[in-house]
Nanobody
């Protein structure tokens, strides 16, 4: 099993930045790919970004490409999501999750954190 805990959320104005962290424990970090999802009020949870087990490959949703950067540090069992040029539509609860695959549907992810709230005001 893998336990995940997100942190770093908060409230920022449009154009600002936040860095989310995902602390992992349990299974070694280099045995799974790591993804970020978000869920806005009244909407389904949506894919944001994905990074391979060794950090060599990344994939982003079109809505965040060029603004968000996913990274990981396996030595520290940490994952990160750097979010720049934030927009009000980025407001959501953000979750990190693990997968052995390379896909975007949430059903392909097996372990999830509890989420961290990001609020972007205009």
């Amino acid at each position: 099993q893998v336990q995940l805990v997100e942190s770093g959320g908060g409230s920022v104005q449009a154009g600002g930045s936040l860095r989310l962290s995902c602390a992992a424990s349990g299974r070694p970090s280099d045995t799974y790919n790591l993804g970020w999802f978000r869920q806005a009020p009244g909407e389904q949870r949506k894919f944001v970004a994905l990074i391979s087990w060794n950090g060599a490959s990344t994939f982003y949703a079109e809505s965040v490409k060029g603004r968000f950067t996913i990274s990981r540090d396996n030595a520290k069992n940490m994952g990160y999501l750097q979010m720049n040029s934030l927009r009000p539509e980025d407001t959501a609860v953000y979750y990190c999750a693990t997968t052995r695959g390379w896909s975007t549907p949430e059903w392909d992810y097996n372990y999830w954190g509890q989420g961290t709230q990001v609020t972007v005001s205009s």
